[in-house]
């Protein structure tokens, strides 16, 4: 059962664009939502993060959105670069449960065309 | 402050053998997570250590076992290695309680033949 559904699983946007890259989940135990950048070769780095009592929350040129009512978030690139050519993971976590391990999706493919 | 460092970067074996993969954790960190990354998908939670002991089990079999050192390094053991097993391991580590705020390693590519 994936508890995390993630979509579109490929973008391919123009420098300069703002790719939106969102998340489902079913669990409402969770309450914790992150974002992991992940390069070839590397491992998943955190992004950003939200928790459930906010809607927004801007890091730089990164946003996350989020709509408790429907059980959805999304992760907005604004001025996308190049640099930003990267897999992105949206993830969950309940702070109830002891290991507070992370549930992932399975991952957007961004590339940002020069 | 060092990173997560991770060793072997890559590993070869074959089905039924036994692998062992390290991991150091990040300076100052106390709980180390072993999750498994098939290709083209999302990480998935194997198991967590804290206080050299399981605090926490995603789905994987008993062949999947690790251990935490009084250091805070860990190790992950798999036994009677299946070929669904190739996929790149990574070790995170962090603070108990700091949900969520993991600090992944490179992983270990695993390919069983």
């Known amino acids: 059962q994936q508890q995390v559904k993630q979509s579109p699983q490929s973008l391919i946007v123009q420098k300069g664009g703002i790719p939106i890259i969102n998340c489902a989940y079913e669990?409402?135990?969770?309450?914790?939502f992150p974002w992991y950048q992940q390069f070839p070769g590397k491992g998943p780095a955190l992004l950003i993060a939200?928790?459930?009592?906010?809607s927004e929350k801007k890091e730089g040129r990164f946003t996350i959105s989020f709509n408790k009512s429907a059980k959805q978030f999304s992760l907005h690139i604004m001025d996308s670069q190049p640099g930003d050519s990267a897999t992105y993971f949206c993830?969950?976590?309940?702070?109830?449960?002891?290991?507070?391990?992370?549930?992932f999706g399975k991952g957007t493919m961004l590339l940002v065309s020069p | 402050e060092t990173g997560v460092t991770q060793s072997p970067t890559h590993l070869i074996k074959t089905r039924g053998q036994q692998v062992t993969l390290r991991c150091s954790s990040q300076?100052?960190?106390?709980?180390v997570s072993w999750y498994q990354q098939a290709l083209g998908q999302g990480p998935q939670f194997i198991f967590q250590?804290?206080?050299?002991?399981?605090?926490g089990r995603g789905n994987f079999p008993p062949r999947f076992s690790g251990l935490q050192f009084p250091n805070y390094s860990s190790e992950l053991n798999v036994n009677a290695l299946e070929l669904d097993d190739s996929a790149l391991y990574l070790c995170?580590?962090?603070?108990?309680?700091?949900?969520?705020?993991?600090?992944f390693g490179s992983g270990t590519q695993l390919s069983v033949l």
């Open positions: 250590y804290y206080r050299e002991e399981e605090n």
């Open positions: 995170a580590s962090s603070l108990q309680g700091a949900a969520g705020k993991l600090f």
């Open positions: 300076s100052g960190h106390n709980t």
């Open positions: 939200i928790r459930p009592d906010v």
């Open positions: 669990n409402t135990a969770f309450d914790y």
């Open positions: 993830a969950a976590s309940s702070t109830n449960q002891g290991d507070r391990a992370l549930t």
